[in-house]
């Protein structure tokens, strides 16, 4: 399966750059954008914590009167941006591969010459874009993942209905 990967990242990408790399540092981005994702959980339960205190008759923990919880859209979305970043990234790095082709051997002659004229932009484009779309599609799915989990672990009376259209306002500027 990794061979299948490899193979298609070689064909994706300038001839003399190994698609290999290209695939480690994409894996890289990746993994570090979704371990910082990671940190919402951390802001979570400490909002979730404030909400209790311990009641000075029974010694139980108990909502606090008057405790809020902060919208999901007012600390959620910023954890996504690492995703946003390494997409940003990989498509810099379109912009290298076109480079790339002018550089040393004029490899750029070699490749207009080609019968299929669309191999240029498929090797210089095709891997960056596909990184960048796997990086979004990836924000946007945690996005949802963190916001069912926020509506799941926030006590009801302090949840505050409509999180996912203050969502959609906060991010575009309105739901409709």
């Known amino acids: 399966m990794m061979n299948k990967l490899f193979k298609w990242a070689d064909e994706r990408t300038p001839v003399g750059i190994e698609g290999k790399k290209e695939i480690g540092w994409a894996a890289c ?8 994702s990671l940190t919402y959980y951390f802001s979570l339960w400490s909002y979730i914590d404030n909400l209790y205190g311990v009641s000075s008759v029974t010694g139980k923990r108990v909502l606090l009167a008057g405790s809020y919880m902060p919208d999901f859209a007012a600390f ?30 004029k490899s750029i002659y070699t490749m207009r010459r080609l019968p299929d004229r669309w191999e240029l932009h498929r090797r210089c484009l095709t891997f960056p874009i596909t990184v960048a779309v796997i990086c979004l599609v990836s924000a946007v799915l945690l996005t949802g993942i963190y916001l069912w989990s926020y509506n799941l672990s926030v006590p009801k009376a302090r949840l505050r209905p409509g999180q996912l259209e203050i ?3 906060t991010l575009f500027g309105g739901a409709k």
């Open 76 to 105: 959620a979305p910023s954890r996504m941006k690492p995703f946003v970043i390494t997409a940003l990234i990989f498509l810099t790095l379109a912009v290298y591969h076109y480079i790339y082709h002018y550089q040393e051997s």
């Open 167 to 169: 969502l959609l306002e």
């Open 29 to 36: 981005g990746l993994g570090i954008s979704f371990l910082y």
